[in-house]
């Protein structure tokens, strides 16, 4: 059933990924950047979103605790401001 609404892929990561941090992977070139293999890269994205069902979905499943925290932040925040200029 097409509502029309678009889904975005869930952020999930292998542990094993995020704890060799570091080195860019091939694949990186071709994921978006809350995907990439590196946490500095997804930490990177989360300041620049305002995309709070992402945030959100990011907080719940990112395999580094510092990103995980971030994106449960800047949701926080995100909500916070909407609200103050509602």
Not at 26 to 51: A, C, M, Q, W
Not at 56 to 76: H, L, P, Y
């Amino acid at each position: 059933m097409d509502d029309g609404s678009k889904k975005r892929p869930k952020p999930v990561r292998s542990r094993e990924s995020s704890e060799k941090g570091g080195a860019m992977k091939i694949k990186d070139l071709f994921v978006p950047k809350y995907l990439h293999s590196d946490p500095e890269v997804r930490l990177r994205f989360i300041g620049n979103t305002e995309d709070t069902v992402l945030l959100k979905s990011i907080s719940e499943q990112d395999a580094d605790a510092s990103v995980r925290k971030a994106a449960t932040e800047r949701a926080k925040w995100l909500k916070e401001e909407r609200h103050q200029t509602a």
